[in-house]
């Protein structure tokens, strides 16, 4: 018997676990399916690149995608301890406060949320008005040092962006290079950041190789759940709360498992139903980005890790290519009409990819990705079967609804404008994937040729009032008692930006919720740090 039974190792989980354990009182049970993250691929930073299709990677794909010639699109998350923040490529961006400000939920506005990326964050640039420093999640400078990603930011300048050296700062909109979620050139997951230091307390258990299966319930009441391991079946009971941490695909395939979602989608699968609750998978959506390739005879690129000197370097001082995030530069600018803030985020990448990565690369090169931040389209989750080890169906249904598509060629234009500037051409010396034209239906079919998710999928537990909702502001199970879902899933709507860093605050505000002392922090914090409260087209 527990008094919390945590569901998945992933970034909130690793919070929550982290933050509930404080309380000697109560005991913690945190599960997951996947291995402990004692990959040395995990840690070195470039290593990521290596682990896809691994025993760390659920290795999900979407359905074919209408709008993308049908293709399937690789969706890999982490299946580890620290989940995706052990397979992710390290981007350490908030979103913006409109973002928060729209969705509209009580107690999730950006005044109240900021105070819980503060508290999170050990930024090595030290404290500010933006930053915190003291926190558990370390932020730095990337330690790549390529050439080739500083000249994508000049380019970008001479483009027309404005160069920007802190896109959590006063403004989002511009170029420049990214702030990493490392520490002395290591990874620095959620699980090294939360769980690895608390590990050691004796009322915090963490279980790996944990498959949950189902949500047990006593009436409308959970009360634990069932898991396996290697293929012995247990029951944990959980005293308090079942939380659910297992993000935007497993959780809502982990409730219409245990009864709750649409109710003839269920019956259809044979699993009796609970409670009717449409909104269970439904409102998918995450950023859809196209790509551009090109050599270089200029030896400059992330190719250049596959020489001793940089494993050298790396031993010697951690930095140097094993460093890299891969998308070590990029940036956000604006290209619907009268766009109140960035609809568009750029990454680079200093490396030649060939078959979305899946092969070799064969030059030195550049990859330069935009997506579209503010997609209209909705997608979904539901169940292939009421096995529990079966892979969820996941429905992008990219460029589905609005200017989705229209945006991102005008997205695709200002990227070809980025690296034809001088500063930029002489690493965009040879296209290798590029538009064969410049017209709309050239663009639109490498748009379609090329398109991937930039794995940020949110949305499909969504918080709020109303019939789409599937939880309340507290991140309360509507319908049933003793069930949270606490993860990327609750967000109503994906982020400007990367998603790991709200996925953290979220999971730090949810701890203080389940604790009941969310008031006090957030009423502290607006006091000592004076932060703006309207300010629209800012990032947190």
Known sequence: MFDYVIVGAGSAGCVLAGRLSEDPNVQVLLLEAGPPDTKENVHVPLGYLQLAGTDVDWDYHSAPE??????????????????????????YIRGNRRDYDDWGVPGWSSPELLPYFLKAEDNERGASRWHGAGGPLPV????SGNLMSRA?????AQAGLQRNDDFNGDEQDGVGMYQVTQRGGQRASAAVAYLHPAM?????TVMPYMHVERVLFEATRAVGVQATQLGQAQEFRAEREVILCGGAYNSPQLLMLSGIGPADHLLMREIEVLLDQPAVGANLSDHAATQLVWTTPEPESLLLALEPAALAEYEATQTGPFTSNLAEAGG???????APAPDVQFHFAPVHIVDEGMSDPQAHGVWVSPCVLTPHSRGSVRLASSDPTAKPIVRN?????GDDMQR???ALRLT??????????PYCAEPFNTPDGESDDAMRAHVARTTFAVYHPVGTCRMGEGAEAVLDAQLRVNGVEGLRVVDASVMPVVPRGNTNAPTIAIAERAADLIRGRSTELEAAAATANGAPRQAAATPL
């Open 332 to 338: 956000f600018a604006r290209v619907g009409e009268g």
């Open 397 to 401: 249904e990219f460029y589905s609804a």
């Open 66 to 91: 209408r709008e993308c010639y049908g293709r399937r699109i690789p969706l890999p998350r982490g299946k580890v301890l620290g989940g995706s923040s052990s397979v992710n490529a390290m981007v």
């Open 140 to 143: 730095s400078e990337g330690r």
């Open 408 to 410: 991102m060629i005008a």
């Open 200 to 204: 050691e307390r004796e009322n915090l």
């Open 152 to 156: 994508f930011v000049d380019a970008g």
């Open 416 to 425: 070809l404008d980025i690296c034809g500037q001088p500063a930029l051409r």
